[in-house]
């Protein structure tokens, strides 16, 4: 069937088309010729934006794993699953067959039942890219239990948040971890946080750096003893369509973060399906996408999409500095990887270091790009264009969340004409709408707006753990009927989504709605700028200004700093126009960034308002001394 599988435009269109005028008809379709069910459902969707309640495939009976792992074992056992990398190039490589990956996740899925968990229970991991990381994942969705990966890069009172709120009766965490030359002592920080949650019965502890360790008597359990004993084979939970799946915080704007909650049957069938088409994945491809299974990203392209589909994933342990800025080159040459999905902060950070460390390297494997977890500027995206795809693979500039599930608006290769900055066309089954402030709907092109979607998609999150009202009031009540993004979208002459930035990234400047995106990315074009973060602070006559933070390429720049930032206010004039002049640039030596990437805008917020009484969390930062830095030299 066509359908599974999109090759050009005129299909994409007909796919879309037929996705949106029978929504249910299509996504039938393609649960019915995809997937292994135990009982097929009794209806295929039932909605209603206002209470907020979404479900799909209603009735139907299934385990994900089922579909991940068994179903491949009859013509595919010997075909490698996950291809683990790890930090040191000097380990070994580690190539995992479907069978193999079977046996582990059913002896890890027996340890859990021994040690007291069953369906419906919490568990929380916390573990480094590693196999065991995978293998605990789905042992959880083998029996049922929900899993809630925390990135192991957390701190213990940001664990200790997480785990609290769904009430985690175990977690899963190793000695410790590798990133580049250090080790992290994840046990420690585990420990610490323990110290605060008293719903945790069971640790189990997997051996990877082989470090001195505290285990607390009664508690704290080896995992290997555990799995050496243990039977290969678990007979898989059947699961109702509905039944939760995961838990994965997402930080809100503002104080705790959001339980997110996605549940089996849509999750499924939905990563599944854009893995296919957004990847052009064929049964002989070696796939790899950079992400942790910490985040939305490895949950849905490492593990379930890549595994629905017998697919190879790498999976890499390391950092894409260590032990040099052409690790990444290096894996890709060696596994001859055909696709290629990561961040627009690592292809900016690669770039930075030239292109020594690219030209060492074979990259004509290469398939497909993919970018994800912010829009990628223009300067970034021609050089990976360029030189990592050598204008040979196309680029899928991906627009998703992590209540989303899946990737909602991308070009899918060699099909959809590509536009830098812009993530093109809406994924089929998705209905993307702009709104006005108002609340009125923005029919025309070449307008911009705020991104809501007026129809639900198989993969969406259903709730927030434990609070129904507060996934209520985020995502439903802004504007009736749709689900809104909290982000902001231009859309083109050609019905083209460019993503302007989170809507409180929007500033307004003089009456002007000024996203912060398109100004950074002018700004960025600079060849003495390496990273820039805009905010708004308040203005006596134009009501906000905007105040720039710049990191240089070359912190001993020579040239005066005034001089700097006049060429940087010509820049944004030419690209933006005169009204996103910044009224200051402070330069710095770095940004505060949470672990997954992402700047801490409203710490900057603070900064250039003069408010920096209450910095409020400041836990998930990978570099809380910058924060210091930057309000020592601020105006």
């Known amino acids: ?121 919490r568990v929380c991991i916390y573990l480094p890219m590693i196999p065991e990381l995978a293998v605990a994942v789905l042992a959880c969705a083998r029996i049922g239990a929900v899993h ?45 946080a323990l110290e605060d949650c008293s719903c945790v019965d069971r640790v189990l502890v997997v051996k990877r750096i082989h470090s001195k360790i505290q285990m607390k008597e009664g508690r704290d359990v080896w995992l290997q003893p555990l799995l050496d004993k243990a039977d290969t084979d678990c007979k898989p939970e059947i699961m109702d369509a509905e039944d939760p799946l995961f838990i994965l915080y997402t930080s809100g704007s503002t104080g705790m973060p959001k339980g997110m909650v996605h549940t089996t049957a849509g999750y499924m069938v939905y990563t599944a399906y854009t893995f296919k088409n957004v990847f052009q994945y064929k049964p002989e491809d070696i796939y790899w996408c950079t992400a942790d299974i910490g985040w939305i990203t490895g949950h849905s392209y490492i593990v379930y999409g890549p595994l629905a589909n017998g697919a190879t994933t790498v999976m890499f342990e390391g950092v894409p ?18 696709q290629f999905y990561t961040a627009p902060t690592a292809i900016r950070a690669l770039a930075k270091e030239g292109l020594e460390p690219v030209e060492k390297y074979d990259l004509s494997s290469l398939k497909v790009l993919g970018s994800v977890g912010e829009p990628i500027n223009e300067e970034a995206w021609h050089w990976y264009n360029d030189n990592i795809g050598k204008k040979q693979s196309p680029i899928v500039d991906t627009w998703w969340q992590t209540e989303t599930g899946g990737i909602m608006i991308t070009p899918i290769p060699f099909a959809t004409p590509t536009k830098p900055t812009y993530a093109t066309l809406p994924f089929p089954g998705i209905q993307p709408t702009l709104m ?66 989170r809507v409180d990234d929007v500033i307004i400047v003089s009456g002007h709605n000024l996203g912060t995106a398109p100004i950074e990315d002018a700004i960025n074009e600079h060849p003495a700028v390496a990273e820039s973060a805009i905010v708004g602070f308040p203005h006596d006559i ?53 672990r997954s990437g992402k700047i801490m805008r409203r710490i900057l917020r603070k900064i250039a308002c003069k408010d920096t009484s209450n910095l409020g969390d400041t836990s998930t930062l990978l570099n809380p001394e910058v924060v210091k830095d930057i309000m020592d030299n601020a105006f």
Request: hydrophobic fraction near 30%; include cysteine.
């Open 1 to 121: 069937m066509s359908n599974y599988h999109i090759k050009h435009l005129e299909e994409y269109y007909q796919v879309y088309r037929k996705s949106v005028r029978a929504p249910e008809n299509f996504w039938e379709e393609v649960a019915e010729e995809h997937f292994l069910w135990y009982k097929k459902w009794d209806n295929v969707l039932s909605w209603d934006f206002t209470k907020p309640d979404v479900k799909w495939f209603e009735g139907a009976k299934l385990n994900i794993t089922v579909n991940c792992i068994d179903r491949h074992l009859t013509t595919n056992a010997d075909k490698t699953a996950i291809l683990f990398e790890p930090n040191d190039p000097n380990e070994e490589a580690e190539s995992i067959t479907y069978k193999q990956l079977h046996e582990r996740v059913c002896k890890f899925a027996n340890v859990l039942k021994h040690q007291g968990i069953s369906k419906g229970d």
């Open 148 to 192: 809630s990966v925390v990135f192991a890069g957390f701190s213990s009172t940001a664990l200790a948040t997480r785990i609290n709120d769904s009430a985690c009766k175990m977690v899963i965490t190793s000695d410790g971890s590798y990133r580049g030359a250090k080790t992290i002592d994840l046990k420690g920080i585990v420990d610490e």
């Open 321 to 338: 500095s260590y032990p040099d800025y052409g690790r990444f080159w290096q894996i890709v040459e060696k596994h001859k990887v055909n």
């Open 436 to 501: 006005d402030e108002e609340g009125n709907e923005l029919k025309n092109n070449q307008v911009s707006g705020r991104l809501c979607i007026k129809f639900p998609w198989p993969s969406m999150a259903r709730t927030i753990w434990g609070n129904h009202q507060r996934y209520k009031d985020t995502y439903f009540s802004t504007y009736e009927n749709k689900y809104f993004t909290g982000d902001g979208a231009f859309r083109d002459e050609v019905g083209y989504y460019r993503i302007t930035g």
């Open 542 to 594: 134009k009501g906000n200004a905007l105040y720039g933070y710049v990191i240089l390429k070359d912190v001993g720049e020579t040239r005066r700093h005034d001089n700097l930032r006049k060429e940087i206010n010509q820049i944004i004039t030419e690209h933006v126009g005169p009204i996103a002049k910044l009224d200051k640039i402070q330069f710095t030596k770095g940004l505060p960034k949470t």
